[in-house]
């Protein structure tokens, strides 16, 4: 199942909101999802002591490089979705986290720094490419993008990736009421209350549009149902069955 992971060296770019609006999103769509929060600062994690149970949505705490890829291994066997929200800063967890991932989103926020963060992300790709022959899909996510003004700072970042090919999402996470509020409540943002909540449905529609880019680029592998399988197996013995054989006089013959 893919394993999908949110990763800038830099904090406050808005990496944790737009892995735990996918990860909602996702768990609203029916899928099975698991979120390993393994930023040092566990907002995630706090964020859940106060979540209603989902019982397809599930957050797991306290991941370190040690326990990542048994964690993660043993996941992907009961989920659909794994998501992974990885810290700040160049660390051994950062770089095992993106090397066990099957697309890497790197938020960005339109400012210098915010690209800085996100271009050592992207170095450490290029080098488990060149270096260990790792190759790992990634894409930039733009985040916390005005809904009425383009700047010219988040022009100049995306001028800058262009040149370097990078492949970035056409759905930006938009600057929305909604994102900070479902951390003060506790909740994902389709159980906040649309009267207290201002342009929750704009909110909702961005994250749809959002999640719809990313589960094109991790696709889930289409399994086989188990009646087609059986009905292949049969269809194959009959064809055995119905074989003529050859009999011994037939085979001296030859």
């Given at each position: ?82 998501v992974v929200d990885l810290p700040c800063g160049v660390t051994p967890l950062l770089a095992k986290g993106l090397g ?22 992207l170095d450490i790709l290029k080098k488990l490419k060149s270096e260990c022959d790792i190759h790992i899909a990634h ?116």
């Amino acid at each position: 199942m893919p394993v999908i992971t949110f990763a800038n060296t830099k904090g406050g770019a808005g990496k944790t909101t737009m892995a735990l609006v996918t990860a909602g999103e996702l768990a609203r769509r029916g899928f099975r999802v698991a979120m390993l929060d393994a930023d040092p600062q566990q907002w995630v994690s706090r964020w859940m002591t106060r979540m209603g149970k989902m019982p397809k949505f599930s957050i797991v705490a306290n991941i370190d490089a040690e326990n990542i890829e048994q964690t993660i291994k043993d996941l992907k066997k009961r989920s659909d979705y794994v998501v992974v929200d990885l810290p700040c800063g160049v660390t051994p967890l950062l770089a095992k986290g993106l090397g066990l991932s099957d697309h890497v989103f790197v938020p960005v926020q339109g400012c210098a720094l915010d690209a800085a963060g996100g271009a050592q992300v992207l170095d450490i790709l290029k080098k488990l490419k060149s270096e260990c022959d790792i190759h790992i899909a990634h894409s930039v996510a733009l985040t916390r993008v005005s809904s009425i003004i383009t700047t010219r700072a988040l022009l100049a970042v995306k001028g800058m990736l262009a040149q370097q090919g990078v492949h970035v999402l056409a759905t930006p996470l938009i600057e929305r009421a909604a994102y900070r509020d479902m951390f003060d409540a506790g909740t994902l943002i389709d159980a906040l209350d649309p009267e207290a909540v201002s342009n929750l449905a704009k909110a909702q529609n961005n994250a749809r549009l959002l999640v719809d880019e990313i589960a094109q680029l991790s696709p889930i592998a289409a399994k086989v149902p188990k009646t087609a399988k059986t009905a292949k197996s049969a269809t194959t013995a009959k064809a055995k069955a119905e074989t003529p054989r050859k009999t011994a006089t037939a085979k001296k013959a030859a």
